[in-house]
């Protein structure tokens, strides 16, 4: 079973400050995912990296892939209270895996 | 676009009780895959069904079955239920066979089932 551990678990940060959340495995995936899912709500998919190496950015989000495709990570610039939420990894395995598997997830809140 | 559509958003069934929950992909997605959702364990995946047929089944009992029609809807059925079968239950639809760049997965809001 992939297994994808996400770090930290929980995070409160003042708004304006900046954090960084982990995705780590031992297994390769071909690509990861990262969703922001609010309460009530499903995840909705923020970035997809597929290249070992990979920076994406997405306004105040940088995602990385790690050089060997095992890692990733979200780093949010001057958070916001909108940016509160749960943030997940997920990823799939191989070429011709059709699971998508999940880390747990971190809370994030911003406050005011 | 009209998003992916779960019905019901709530329900609550005593243990030993069947349930069924509907999902109606987007229009012209003919993936969709349903995922589990609790505190403790996070997002664990279910079983994926591309044009009807499953092609992958998560390490869930046999007690949680599911089905896709030729319309692409798609039903799971947990049987004789437990009250750790206490719940979300994500629905997600993508276009594509594949999980390539572009092929985008929409997930639902989600059913809550609770278990008494």
């Known amino acids: 079973t992939q297994l994808l551990e996400q770090s930290p678990q929980f995070l409160s940060i003042q708004e304006g400050e900046n954090l960084t959340v982990y995705c780590n495995s031992s297994s390769v995936f071909s690509s990861l995912q990262w969703y922001r899912q609010e309460p009530g709500e499903g995840p909705v998919l923020l970035v997809t990296?597929?290249?070992?190496?990979e920076v994406k950015k997405l306004k105040r989000l940088t995602f990385q892939f790690g050089d060997a495709r095992k890692d990733s990570s979200l780093h949010i610039t001057a958070a916001q209270p909108g940016d509160t939420g749960l943030y997940l990894c997920a990823g799939y395995s191989g070429a011709g895996s059709y699971q998508l598997t999940f880390g747990k997830g971190t809370k994030l809140s911003v406050i005011p | 676009k009209a998003g992916v559509t779960q019905t019901p958003r709530y329900l609550i069934k005593t243990r030993g009780q069947q349930v069924t929950l509907s999902c109606s992909p987007i229009s012209g997605h003919r993936s969709v895959s349903w995922y589990q959702q609790t505190p403790g364990q996070g997002l664990q995946f279910l079983f994926e069904?591309?044009?009807?047929?499953?092609?992958n089944k998560g390490n869930f009992p046999g007690r949680f079955s599911g089905r896709q029609f030729s319309n692409s809807r798609s039903e799971m059925n947990v049987s004789t239920l437990e009250l750790g079968d206490s719940a979300l239950y994500l629905c997600?639809?993508?276009?594509?066979?594949?999980?390539?760049?572009?092929?985008?997965?929409?997930f639902g809001e989600g059913s809550w089932l609770t278990v008494v």
């Open positions: 997600a639809s993508k276009k594509g066979a594949d999980h390539y760049s572009g092929n985008t997965i929409y």
């Open positions: 990296v597929v290249t070992g190496g």
């Open positions: 069904y591309f044009s009807e047929t499953q092609r």
